[in-house]
């Protein structure tokens, strides 16, 4: 279990009875824990939060149909993890659960409601989380996207992705940075963007894609050139990763994770800061 995430090798041992502390509890609140690993090794939803996941992995959230109650165990547990996720830098509270990340997931819950309990197809679903954000932007000044925009759906995860729907000064930089490319580099991002994973063929899930993005805007010049600049090499990078990947209706669907985590050890170099087309050099043919 090697690929295995850490939910799925928790639930793995606690199906075999290897977490004595769940003999602990009644069977209802441990068969509450069981489903909750189980989701948790099927379905990551802070990768939703943020738009980093695609539709077809909210099939995931299907395992809790019936259960609103450790739906609700699970989701508190998620919320805890995100409040958690700063504490080796500073353990003395919530640091990274801040306004914007907590309205995200609050966004999150009553969507995944909606899967758990089979209101609407995952694209449906998928896209109210795309909506949602837009309209955070709008409210802000932004012009409106709309998710049946291939192109501006594209748009609208790029900068979910980026954590920048509540940031409009931020989110005009993505927008510069996705004009600044080609038409053809445009049109790869926009239709690896909207493969579902469905039924529409392979879909490319860019692992630590939302990490990279904040860490490459934290090493680059504070001038907004500097940042448009390498937001747009970003693109061209996840372009290249997408490979051509695009929506191919009645195909069978299927997800293809791509770890990334290996281009934060570019981002993160001198070379990057003084010119953003370093990464221009990886995932190339």
Known sequence: ?????????????????????????????????????????????????????????????????????????????????????????????????IEPVYRSYKIVHPILLDVVENRGSHRQNYDKLLAAHGEKLKQQGFRPLSVDNPSERALLRLMIMGRSTSNKKQADLFDAAFKRLSDSQRQTLVDGLNVDGTDDGEAILPYYMPAIISEALKNTSDEPEGKIEALASLMRLLGRVYNGSKPKKGQAGTIKEVNLRHVTKVIHGEAFKSDPRTLDQLYTK
């Open 1 to 97: 279990m090697t690929d295995a995430n850490h939910d799925e090798v928790i639930y793995v041992a606690a199906e075999n009875g290897m977490i004595h502390s769940l003999e602990r509890l009644d069977e209802t609140q441990r068969n509450d824990i069981l489903l909750g690993l189980k989701l948790g090794s099927t379905l990551n939803v802070a990768q939703f939060a943020q738009a980093e996941n695609v539709p077809g992995s909210l099939e995931g959230a299907k395992v809790m149909a019936g259960n609103r109650r450790a739906f609700n165990l699970k989701f508190l547990e998620v919320l805890f993890d995100v409040a958690g996720a700063a504490a080796n830098v500073d353990a003395r509270g919530a640091k990274a659960m």
